[in-house]
């Protein structure tokens, strides 16, 4: 069974400056995505960013990248500029190309703190 | 574009009860999915409809049940509630059902059991 991990429960990082939260995930699939979801006090779940994995260039989505790491099963999501609305609870997820169906893998989530 | 709908926000049973929670997805969206979320379990996969039928089922007892409407809106039910069922309900929706696609999640429905 596929599994994700997200070692650090909680991160902090400056406003302005730099932070990065990793994932790794266990997998025998040779395609997949992977994703990772914020998720604020709302509570509400919002898509951050997604990479496909046969797509070797890392995804961006302005602030947001990721650099995948596909033979150590590594997915890091690096925010740049840090600001106050990035505090959030983020989650790591993975689906094999193989699922049938839309069923999401989640990783247990790191909690980011953005102090001014 | 309206995003995903899910009523109500708030609720509070007691445990024997049953409950109902709606969704509604993104228009033209026909992919509902349903996870369970908790501070000890985390996200949890409930099932996920399409095309009003079930496509996926997590490994929930079968007091959780749901279903889907030919407008794409789907219901989840869980009956004879129990403490643990406490936890944060989200859907999500897709425009079809596959890995390919990217679900969007609604605001999620707070289930408290007493």
């Known amino acids: 069974a596929q599994t994700v991990t997200q070692s650090q429960p909680e991160m902090s990082v400056q406003e302005a400056e730099t932070v990065t939260l990793s994932c790794t995930y266990d997998?025998?699939?040779?395609?997949?995505?992977l994703f990772w979801y914020k998720q604020p006090p709302s509570r509400q779940m919002i898509l951050v960013i997604r990479?496909?994995?046969?797509?070797?260039q890392n995804a961006t989505e302005n602030r947001f990248s990721v650099n995948f790491q596909k033979a150590a099963k590594s997915f890091s999501l690096k925010i740049s500029d840090s600001q106050l609305g990035d505090a959030a609870m983020y989650f790591c997820?993975?689906?094999?190309?193989?699922?049938?169906?839309?069923?999401?893998?989640f990783g247990e989530g790191t909690q980011l703190t953005v102090n001014p | 574009k309206a995003g995903v709908t899910q009523t109500p926000r708030y609720l509070i049973k007691t445990r024997g009860q049953q409950v109902t929670l709606s969704c509604s997805p993104i228009?033209?969206?026909?992919?509902v999915s349903w996870y369970q979320q908790t501070p000890g379990q985390g996200l949890q996969f409930l099932f996920e409809?399409?095309?009003?039928?079930?496509?996926n089922k997590g490994n929930f007892p079968g007091r959780f049940s749901g279903r889907q409407f030919s407008n794409s809106r789907s219901e989840m039910n869980v009956s004879t509630l129990e403490l643990g069922d406490s936890a944060l309900y989200l859907c999500?929706?897709?425009?079809?059902?596959?890995?390919?696609?990217?679900?969007?999640f609604g605001p999620g429905t707070r289930l408290l059991v007493l």
């Open positions: 999500a929706s897709s425009f079809n059902s596959g890995p390919q696609e990217t679900q969007y």
């Open positions: 997998t025998s699939e040779s395609d997949y995505y």
């Open positions: 990479q496909e994995a046969y797509k070797q």
């Open positions: 997820a993975y689906i094999s190309i193989g699922t049938s169906g839309s069923r999401l893998t």
């Open positions: 228009s033209g969206h026909r992919s």
């Open positions: 409809y399409f095309s009003e039928t079930q496509r």
